[in-house]
């Protein structure tokens, strides 16, 4: 039984289609206002599209092909979604709100009360069942909201940056959590964080104005990505162009030297990808076999780790405190950024 969504809402740019198996969880990446809520909004019936058809296993979701109209309201899409925030009922106690899903399904207040139990023993959250949630951390809160939608028995559970709202002890915990219950399940998870995909993800899809510039499995789209927004979640630069004999040649000119396995031909569309550790600064050009050697611009300095990162517009190296001090660099002066031919990797974009 797989989960297939086609989707477009003209206003918005958006035109996205996507399918899911029976057991994945997918990623989805991108940056702000790239559709990503607009996503899941669309999946859950919060949101009509102005034309497309979703399809969860052998349930129409919706389809508003022409001369279709069908529809299906929210509560009977068998899709569960965990918002930033918990989103509890203030009046209702964890316990009871975990029998939510279940008694709204219309199982006896016993039986509802008795899945609820199971689901937050499942959480680690079995003590939490008397509280109201005023009387729960933020950590404690979000693993009762896993909880409720888990005992709604979703067929697609779908959530929405779920450790956004929490602090950096608590989020550990939930990943785990979640990293445990997702297995086996079908979900969509959209993060801006790489450990969530990392961990969570059996694939990754990124999107940028309305549509997907990349899919494919977790650690091959974080190790070869090839478009921009996923090179900068990975740490890497990205520079995409045309491959030719000497390397990736860019529309502004620029020829960034690299090495390919052959998956990629003369003339097609690629990206050259390195990371900023491989990359040294200078303040007068250098040459060497075989190096590429880029005159740029410094636009900001910034503490990375023990390192500073610097940037020069779209590019970024990694250089010892040191070596800043050094040279001396402030933004706005004139540099060249250098990386060895064999530290860039030339892939297919």
Sequence with gaps: MT??????LAARGFEVSLSLGPAETIAILGPNGAGKSTLLSVISGLLRPDSGKAMLGGRVLFDLAAGRHLWSAPHTRGTALLAQEALLFPHLSALDNVAFGPRSA????TAARATAMRWLTEVDAADLAPRRPAQLSGGQAQRVAVARA??????????DEPMAALDIHAAPLLRRLLKRVLAGRRAIIITHDILDALMLADRVIVLEEGRISESGPTREVLEKPRSRFAAGLAGLNLVAGTLGSAGITTPQGMVVAGHHDGSIEPGQDGVAVFPPSAVSVFLSEEHGSPRNSFRVTLTDLEPHGDQIRVHAGGLFADITPAASADLGLVPGMPAYFVVKAAAVAIHPA
């Design 150 to 159: 888990l005992a709604a028995d979703p067929d697609l559970l779908l959530l």
């Design 106 to 109: 219309g199982a006896s207040s």
């Design 3 to 8: 989960f297939q969504l086609d989707a477009v």
